[in-house]
């Protein structure tokens, strides 16, 4: 099947379904080059003729992202063990060494041992577009344009599918879905594949970014994270945080129901304007976006998968969207290639995912107990326990920085001892109050 820019006019391919391997990859973020990079590797690495397309409209140049930027562990050990990517200094914008929670008008600065390695700051379109050049050195066939269609044919030895782009037609054995939350690729995928059902809760985020001297950032947030957990009085945030980089400081807030007005009214919270330079925010300088609180719906199917942040598995809280990403995509690529060379069902790509949804119900379980803890006014209480009470700062440390699994959390740190303790010194400060 040939159409103008489509790979025939670089040879015979109409053929190559039954020959050659051919996956097409929808989204050049993360998750996407992580299963491009992943499947072009292991495919050479296992003797498998694989022929990579990777589709991504954005331009890392000129478009922003709506993402903080923090490369949570074990990123650097995941990118270099199973994609052979070691990360230049330059990508780096800042070590991440520390968190200061605010929680129920008190605040602690949480430090650990890093077992799994460094926290990392970076800019995240030049952390995209890094990835992408690794993608074309591995072998993998970018065309810079957008999908607009697929077509999953039922007839033929493998189930093929006809994937329509700007850049052409394309007929591939397996499709993946990396396109992050986009409306129109979503609406697609559910619509193309009829089993694919897109994650049915959201959180409404607001970023921005703020251009100070670097004496700014060292003298008033050197390498830390600044996190705020249910800040407003209303309960309408979940969570916000500033975050420094280089030369600038990024700030974001996430709830289920906010406007960009509440936005506004978080950065004039006295706990945040404190840590930010006296600058008035040009409304044009707000960006909006959303990520998932929920998990998705028939991830994988005949012929295609789905990874990132369409799967709906990030950690409630935290996010860890990036690595999140990129560990979909390469259990995406693993599931490929074994369905090919062993017969293994493409379904095997859910349970390699197993933990991240388990982790998400174990992350739903803290969240809630969070904002219950919020509205009964104990989290105060808890952060002052977390300062004298060594497992309780090890399991808050733990689940600000990502280091450890909810489960792990709940099941090994949170014991009835520290919940007895808790409600004692909570009993107590009312009496005081």
């Given at each position: 099947?040939?159409?103008?820019?489509?790979?025939?006019?670089?040879?015979?391919?109409?053929?190559?379904?039954?020959?050659?391997?051919?996956?097409?990859?929808?989204?050049?973020?993360?998750?996407?080059?992580?299963?491009?990079?992943?499947?072009?590797?292991?495919?050479?690495?296992?003797?498998?003729p694989v022929e990579v397309?990777?589709?991504?409209?954005?331009?890392?140049?000129?478009?922003?992202?709506?993402?903080?930027?923090?490369?949570?562990?074990?990123?650097?050990?995941?990118?270099?063990?199973?994609?052979?990517?070691?990360?230049?200094?330059?990508?780096?914008?800042?070590?991440?060494?520390?968190?200061?929670?605010?929680?129920?008008?008190?605040?602690?600065?949480?430090?650990?041992?890093?077992?799994?390695?460094?926290?990392?700051?970076?800019?995240?379109?030049?952390?995209?577009?890094?990835?992408?050049?690794?993608?074309?050195?591995?072998?993998?066939?970018?065309?810079?344009?957008?999908?607009?269609?697929?077509?999953?044919?039922?007839?033929?030895?493998?189930?093929?599918?006809?994937?329509?782009?700007?850049?052409?037609?394309?007929?591939?054995?397996?499709?993946?879905?990396?396109?992050?939350?986009?409306?129109?690729?979503?609406?697609?995928?559910?619509?193309?594949?009829?089993?694919?059902?897109?994650?049915?809760?959201?959180?409404?985020?607001?970023?921005?970014?703020?251009?100070?001297?670097?004496?700014?950032?060292?003298?008033?947030l050197g390498d830390i994270?600044?996190?705020?957990?249910?800040?407003?009085?209303?309960?309408?945030?979940?969570?916000?945080?500033?975050?420094?980089?280089?030369?600038?400081?990024?700030?974001?807030?996430?709830?289920?129901?906010?406007?960009?007005?509440?936005?506004?009214?978080?950065?004039?919270?006295?706990?945040?304007?404190?840590?930010?330079?006296?600058?008035?925010?040009?409304?044009?300088?707000?960006?909006?976006?959303?990520?998932?609180?929920?998990?998705?719906?028939?991830?994988?199917?005949?012929?295609?998968?789905?990874?990132?942040?369409?799967?709906?598995?990030?950690?409630?809280?935290?996010?860890?969207g990036i690595t999140t990403?990129?560990?979909?995509?390469?259990?995406?690529?693993?599931?490929?290639?074994?369905?090919?060379?062993?017969?293994?069902?493409?379904?095997?790509?859910?349970?390699?995912?197993?933990?991240?949804?388990?982790?998400?119900?174990?992350?739903?379980?803290?969240?809630?107990?969070?904002?219950?803890?919020?509205?009964?006014?104990?989290?105060?209480?808890?952060?002052?326990?977390?300062?004298?009470?060594?497992?309780?700062?090890?399991?808050?440390?733990?689940?600000?920085?990502?280091?450890?699994?909810?489960?792990?959390?709940?099941?090994?740190?949170?014991?009835?001892?520290?919940?007895?303790?808790?409600?004692?010194?909570?009993?107590?400060?009312?009496?005081?109050?």
């Open positions: 099947m040939k159409g103008a820019g489509s790979p025939a006019d670089e040879g015979d391919m109409d053929n190559l379904p039954g020959k050659i391997l051919r996956v097409a990859v929808v989204g050049g973020g993360p998750s996407g080059t992580a299963a491009a990079i992943r499947l072009a590797r292991e495919g050479r690495k296992r003797k498998i397309l990777l589709f991504e409209g954005k331009d890392f140049d000129v478009h922003y992202n709506q993402c903080v930027g923090v490369l949570s562990p074990p990123i650097e050990s995941i990118l270099l063990d199973k994609l052979g990517i070691d990360l230049p200094l330059s990508i780096f914008k800042r070590h991440i060494r520390g968190y200061r929670l605010h929680a129920g008008g008190k605040e602690i600065l949480l430090v650990g041992e890093s077992r799994l390695g460094p926290t990392f700051a970076v800019r995240r379109v030049h952390f995209d577009a890094f990835m992408l050049r690794r993608a074309e050195e591995a072998g993998v066939k970018v065309y810079r344009s957008r999908v607009s269609d697929l077509d999953f044919l039922k007839e033929g030895r493998r189930r093929e599918v006809l994937v329509f782009s700007e850049a052409g037609t394309f007929v591939v054995d397996f499709v993946v879905g990396a396109f992050g939350l986009d409306e129109g690729s979503m609406a697609l995928f559910e619509r193309a594949t009829g089993r694919y059902r897109r994650p049915s809760r959201y959180m409404t985020t607001y970023i921005t970014k703020i251009h100070v001297e670097r004496g700014f950032i060292e003298k008033r994270i600044y996190a705020f957990l249910y800040p407003d009085r209303e309960g309408k945030f979940e969570f916000g945080a500033i975050t420094p980089k280089g030369d600038h400081i990024i700030v974001n807030a996430a709830g289920k129901r906010v406007s960009v007005e509440d936005f506004l009214s978080f950065l004039d919270m006295p706990e945040v304007r404190d840590h930010l330079p006296p600058v008035s925010i040009p409304l044009s300088q707000i960006f909006k976006g959303k990520f998932p609180s929920s998990p998705a719906r028939g991830v994988t199917g005949p012929s295609y998968l789905v990874v990132g942040d369409g799967t709906g598995f990030l950690r409630p809280l935290k996010g860890k990403g990129v560990l979909t995509g390469i259990y995406c690529a693993d599931a490929i290639l074994d369905h090919v060379e062993k017969g293994t069902p493409l379904s095997a790509y859910e349970v390699r995912c197993r933990e991240l949804v388990r982790d998400y119900f174990y992350g739903t379980i803290v969240k809630t107990a969070a904002r219950v803890g919020d509205a009964g006014g104990f989290l105060g209480s808890l952060i002052e326990l977390a300062k004298v009470e060594r497992e309780l700062y090890e399991a808050l440390f733990n689940a600000v920085s990502g280091q450890e699994t909810f489960r792990k959390i709940v099941r090994e740190n949170l014991r009835l001892k520290t919940a007895a303790s808790l409600v004692k010194l909570w009993r107590r400060e009312r009496e005081k109050g």
